[in-house]
């Protein structure tokens, strides 16, 4: 199994700003995803992340709006541009180690826009 | 990857087994059937996944119908501490692939 933390747990920010969002990993992974999860909705997959390449994006998100770094095996960060209302959502990072075909999830990130 | 349909929700009383069923018709021969369970404000936690053959673990056991068209997650002893939303997922086997979560069915465990 992996343990993973994500900072901030929440916040509440404001239309037109940015936050970025940090998923921690307590050992080397090579597949990193991150989850959007609108109130009251199932989970949605905004990108996927390998480090050393860039991460893809699945169909209805963009670089623009959600720019992604992995900068090495163990970490990642998801930035959510230019907030708007419609951005209020639980942000979840998970991992999947080669061959271990199972993905563990992160505690989520719940923003709030105002 | 394959499309799942869960009931909505379903209830169970604590100690009974929860018995929770998945419809997946279209299954590929190279797709398992995975299981993920999301307690209330917390990240989907993994339960168990099958190719063809039932399953159990310490957790739950799997069922798959002969046919691989349907399945059935068993949870033996059912806790308060199991109502969570429980997701059905169809993915193939060994590529790290993304999970497809559809609606799933929220499970409320009562007294």
């Known amino acids: 199994s992996a343990v993973i933390s994500q900072k901030p747990s929440r916040d509440i920010c404001q239309r037109g700003t940015s936050l970025t969002i940090q998923c921690q990993v307590d050992s080397q992974v090579t597949m990193m995803f991150w989850y959007r999860q609108q109130p009251g909705q199932s989970l949605t997959l905004i990108a996927t992340?390998?480090?050393?390449?860039?991460?893809?994006?699945e169909s209805g998100f963009v670089i623009d709006k959600f720019p992604i770094s992995r900068p090495n095996l163990t970490f990642s960060t998801l930035t959510v541009s230019n907030l708007s209302p419609e951005d209020s959502s639980i942000y979840l990072c998970s991992v999947e180690a080669a061959l271990a075909n199972e993905q563990f999830f992160g505690p989520g990130t719940r923003l709030t826009v105002l | 990857d394959a499309k799942t349909t869960q009931p909505p929700s379903m209830d169970c009383a604590e100690g009974r087994a929860a018995n929770l069923p998945c419809n997946h018709s279209t299954i590929s021969g190279n797709e398992y059937v995975y299981w993920y369970r999301q307690i209330h404000s917390q990240g989907p936690q993994y339960i168990i996944h099958g190719l063809k053959n039932n399953e159990t673990n310490e957790m739950a056991s799997l069922i798959i119908t002969e046919d691989r068209k349907s399945s059935t997650l068993i949870l033996p002893h059912a806790t308060l501490r199991d109502t969570a939303v429980y997701y059905c997922i169809v993915r193939v086997y060994g590529t790290a692939s993304k999970l497809t979560f559809g609606t799933g069915t929220r499970l409320q465990v009562t007294l």
């Open positions: 992340a390998n480090q050393g390449s860039e991460a893809t994006y």
